[in-house]
């Protein structure tokens, strides 16, 4: 037998009921008065030349950046050394113009004293204002440094005057969020962790800050971090780990680690049912593990509360498109828990910031659309007995329609909602709405929140119109879009107003029922609104959130993308 870590996922009659979650980074980042004579690293802030009377070249010497402060300082301690590095990589770090840019280390002997390593960081032209984005930038360079610099223990970041607009929360987000390695399901030499050794990060500011509110938003932005790491644990589980038991028990958890602001209730099978949630249990009758519908709410500690709102995600676990089975990029169907994750992402940043005024609903249909409730499926991970984890890409599934499960919902169906409208079942591959549908009218009639917005993974359309960066917001309320666009930019999710164009209600029109649950292969992101918008009172502000497209990397896997947004959004809305 193995002596190695075992990867825990199901057994063979049973479903795991379990998610490891991924601990943030141990590294402490706060204020420091000045640099720690003994950090293993240092990295200084360098504002650029001012792009004011600039030749169009670019070249005027007179422009070029001179160090001030303790960058200076060292500079001349050592020799000249980093105007002299500097100078040797104008072409990349462009003096410190380009935000975020960095040169290759320094490392400078001198006798009788440790060897420094030295790191310029550029943080763009002086005098031009911090735009969105710099302080991730720079939390993101962070990060990189102190990782990419191996045995680094301690870290000191010194940002020179003018930097005091720099916002430490986006800041503090951005470093702990680009330190997470997910390494539930590795073993061994295949296990990552980023900045090992690190233990200490000082921000030193030579502008006046006051030291316990500068803590107080790297505190703030921490948490955040948290948020965005659980929402990448959630979209990165294999279905083999990840199913909607295991789910709800996250959500158990994030309620148990909230010091008592969010509690937690699960609607099983037989309350969804009292419920009349026709259309989600359609979908969850092929799935292994029960239904389980999902309500936590976050209410502030001192009781006063001025907005109802609610946040809901969608909750598939795994897509296979059920009967109308997916035929290609089925081992990626694990991300389209992705609205869920964002949900409960949120939910646990909420927890932790504790904001004033507003009382939030996190509310999440979990369940599978599978045609078969047991079978193995591409994105799994599988732990062989000697201890080896194994992704599943391919099942070679030319078989698989013949297991066939015989409750799971098929094309033809008609399902009723829980708000008695009836739904012809055209495409089982368009589940996710429908477990919304039901999650919706339970935000709206039964827990009557003032405004809802919506997460889901829903439509390949708006990946194809907007790509893999942008998210797309339908919403028939500009006081709403106007707040979403600002939560958008505050938090660099990036998204965009779509249009709503009711003439397209025409493709959901049934023959034999209120509506159907697709439109056709035209505008199929407005028809997916369109279709939303029929389980929420139409004189409450609603807004769908298509996320399909930057909630997965190619490269890296989740991106946690949502987390932000919803925290950021619900936060604000006890201040309208």
Known sequence: MTSEKRVNTWTFDKACTSMEVTELHKADLSIAASIDGGSDLIILGVFGPSSEGVDEGGDNESQKATLSGQAKDLDGKFGGALTEAMAENQKAFKDGSSVGST??????????????????????????????GVAAKIGQSL?????????????????????????LSDLSTEFYSSLYSDNRYRTGDKIV?????????????????????????????????AGVSMAKDIVN?????????????????IAEESGGTISCKILGKEECEARGMGAYLGVARGSETDPQFIHMTYTPKNGTVSKKIGAVGKGLLFDTGGYNIKTGM???????????????????????????GVEVHFIVAACENMINERAYVPSDVLTASNGKTIEIVNTDAEGRLTLADERAYVPSDVLTASNGKTIE?????????????????????????????????????????????????????DDLAKNLDDSSKATGEKSWRMPLEKEYNEQLKSKIADITNCGTRYGGSITAALFLNHFVDDKKPFAHIDIAG???????????????????WASNQGKL
């Open 237 to 253: 589980a294999p279905h083999n780990v990840l199913n909607s038991e295991s789910m709800a028990n996250v959500a158990r958890l």
């Open 330 to 356: 089925m081992e990626l169907m694990k991300f389209d828990c992705g609205g869920s994750a964002a949900v409960l992402g949120a939910a646990k940043a909420i927890g932790s910031l504790e904001p004033e």
């Open 143 to 167: 990060a990189s440094a102190c990782d990419t610099n191996k045995k680094v223990k301690s870290c000191s970041l010194v940002l020179p005057e003018g930097s005091k607009g720099i916002s």
């Open 425 to 477: 079942i055209v495409n089982t591959d368009a589940e996710g709405r429908l477990t919304l549908a039901d999650a919706l009218v339970y935000a709206d009639k039964e827990v009557g929140c003032e405004s809802i917005i919506e997460l889901s993974t829903l439509t390949g359309a708006c990946m194809v119109a907007l790509g893999k960066k942008v998210c797309g917001i339908w919403t028939s309320n």
């Open 103 to 132: 040169i290759p280390t320094i490392r400078i002997v001198s006798a009788g004293e440790k060897t420094k390593r030295v790191v310029l960081l550029g943080l763009g032209a002086a005098g031009k204002g911090l735009e969105d």
């Open 550 to 568: 930057p909630v997965w990397d190619d490269k890296t896997g989740a991106t946690g993308f949502g987390a932000k947004l919803v925290t950021d």
């Open 193 to 225: 962790l980023k900045a090992e050794d690190l233990e200490s990060v000082g921000i030193v500011f030579e502008d006046d800050v006051v030291p316990d509110e500068a803590n107080a938003a790297i505190a703030a932005g921490k948490s955040l971090a």
